[in-house]
T-cell receptor, first 115, second 114 residues
């Protein structure tokens, strides 16, 4: 079946450190891949997405590349800030036999950035 | 602000009771999704409606039901509440239901069952 596996948190980094949050998936067909972020006390919001193999999504200094050969969509940022402290969710969008679209979510990775 | 509104923000009730959560999607969005977020189970997809029709069901209990009205707002009804139903309930909306569509999340309703 379809699934998303994210690295477990919490991840704690110092400001300006390099961030990688790993995400791998299993899916049939050609899913779209997403990273959502949830800041404390808020709902989720889209961070970036990629809709086909080798696409790179980017936003606010974050990047992720859709790698079909390794079934991965790792999130990276070159220099994190305290304001990046949040929970990050990897998700894939696929459809079932009835052509009903479904988002499959990872468990989320908590990131804490210290000044 | 995502443009998705949810009411109420907080809800405290007792076991065995019934509650209704309300969601208004972004203007122009036809799809509404409901999610449950708890500490032990993470983010769980409950149900998806598109233009008034149910499109997909996830891990939704039989005690829970939802509907989407002609004005596209949606309600999630939770009945015979149990302690374990305490969670954050999110609503999200999207324009249609394409694979690449972005889902826009509301701020959530925090349900506490005592």
């Amino acid at each position: 079946g379809n699934s998303v596996t994210q690295m477990e948190g919490p991840v704690t980094l110092s400001e300006e450190a390099f961030l990688t949050i790993n995400c791998t998936y299993t899916a049939t067909g050609y899913p779209s891949l997403f990273w959502y972020v949830q800041y404390p006390g808020e709902g989720l919001q889209l961070l970036l997405k990629a809709t086909k193999a080798d696409d790179k999504g980017s936003n606010k200094g974050f990047e992720a590349t859709y790698r079909k050969e390794t079934t991965s969509f790792h999130l990276e940022k070159g220099s994190v800030q305290v304001s990046d402290s949040a929970v990050y969710f990897c998700a894939l969008s696929t459809s079932n036999a009835g052509n009903n679209r479904k988002l499959i979510w990872g468990l989320g990775t908590s990131l804490a950035v210290n000044p | 602000d995502s443009g998705v509104t949810q009411t109420p923000k907080h809800l405290i009730t007792a076991t065995g009771q019934r509650v209704t959560l309300r969601c208004s999607p972004r203007s122009g969005d036809l799809s509404v999704y409901w999610y449950q977020q708890s500490l032990d189970q993470g983010l769980q997809f409950l149900i998806h409606y598109y233009n008034g029709e149910e499109r997909a069901k996830g891990n939704i209990l039989e005690r829970f039901s939802a509907q989407q009205f002609p004005d596209l707002h949606s309600e999630l009804n939770l009945s015979s509440l149990e302690l374990g139903d305490s969670a954050l309930y999110f609503c999200a909306s999207s324009v249609r239901w394409g694979l690449a569509d972005t889902q826009y999340f509301g701020p959530g309703t925090r349900l506490t069952v005592l």
